[in-house]
T-cell receptor, first 115, second 114 residues
C-alpha cells in the first residue's frame, strides 16, 4: 500500500484568502484524486490529477476555485481559492492501489476552517 | 451511475456486543464494494473489499461483510466490538473492471460504549 502525507494537517483561514494543500506519495503513481468531506457528509470527488495533463474536474467543481498542480508522479497540490465559510471541510488526496487499481489509499486529510 | 445508502447514521453498541452496519447500493452494472474506516482526526483506511468470488469477505480488525446481489446489500459485521472500534465507517461502490470512479455512502458513526 502507498504511504501518503498531506500538508498542512489543519488550518484556520480568513474568508477571501487562498490555501494550497500538498499531497506527497512514497511511490510513483499516474493518477491522484482530491476529495472534499464536508461536515456530516460523505466524500465527494473534486478532481482527478494525472501527471502531464490538466486535471479532470467533477460536476460542480471548477478550476478557478480549485486549481490543481501535478508536477511529477509523487506530488500534487490543491488550492482552495477565495475561500468562504462554506469551504470549511476536510480535503483528502488518494491514489489507486491493489491489483488493477480498484482500491484507494488515502492521505490523513487537511482540516480547513474558514472564518 | 451508482449510489450507496447507509441506513444508520449512528450506531451505539456496548463493548463486546456484536454489531452490523448496513449498506445498500444501486447500480446498473456489476460492481466492486468496499468498507473504509475513519478514526478521529485521521484519513480513510480500507477495511475490506469485494471484487469477485466468495460473497463473504473478511477484513482487518475482525470485521467481515457479505455481498448479497439479490438484495443489493453489503452489510458489515463484527461479532464482538472493542472500544478501539469507535470510528466512522463508509461503504463505497465502483463499477467493476479496473479503476473506476468510487461513490461513497454518507457514513455510519459507530460508538462503542464501555
Amino acid at each position: 500500500s502507498a504511504v501518503i502525507s498531506q500538508k498542512p494537517s489543519r488550518d484556520i483561514c480568513q474568508r477571501g484568502t487562498s490555501l494550497t494543500i500538498q499531497c506527497q506519495v512514497d511511490s510513483q503513481v499516474t493518477m491522484m484524486f482530491w476529495y472534499r468531506q464536508q461536515p456530516g457528509q460523505s466524500l465527494t470527488l473534486i478532481a482527478t490529477a494525472n501527471q502531464g495533463s490538466e486535471a479532470t474536474y467533477e460536476s460542480g467543481f471548477v478550476i478557478d476555485k480549485f486549481p490543481i498542480s501535478r508536477p511529477n508522479l509523487t506530488f500534487s497540490t490543491l488550492t482552495v481559492s477565495n475561500m468562504s465559510p462554506e469551504d470549511s471541510s476536510i480535503y483528502l488526496c488518494s491514489v489507486p492501489g491493489g491489483a488493477g487499481g480498484q482500491t484507494q489509499y488515502f492521505g490523513p486529510g487537511t482540516r480547513l476552517l474558514v472564518l | 451511475a451508482q449510489s450507496v445508502t447507509q441506513l444508520d447514521s449512528q450506531v451505539p453498541v456496548f463493548e463486546e456486543a456484536p454489531v452490523e452496519l448496513r449498506c445498500n447500493y444501486s447500480s446498473s452494472v456489476s460492481v466492486y464494494l468496499f468498507w473504509y474506516v475513519q478514526y478521529p482526526n485521521q484519513g480513510l483506511q480500507l477495511l475490506l473489499k469485494y471484487l469477485s468470488g466468495s460473497t463473504l469477505v473478511k477484513g482487518i480488525n475482525g470485521f467481515e461483510a457479505e455481498f448479497n446481489k439479490s438484495q443489493t446489500s453489503f452489510h458489515l459485521r463484527k461479532p464482538s466490538v472493542h472500544i478501539s472500534d469507535t470510528a466512522e465507517y463508509f461503504c463505497a461502490v465502483s463499477p467493476s473492471g479496473g479503476y473506476q470512479k468510487v461513490t461513497f455512502g454518507i457514513g455510519t458513526k459507530l460508538q462503542v460504549i464501555p
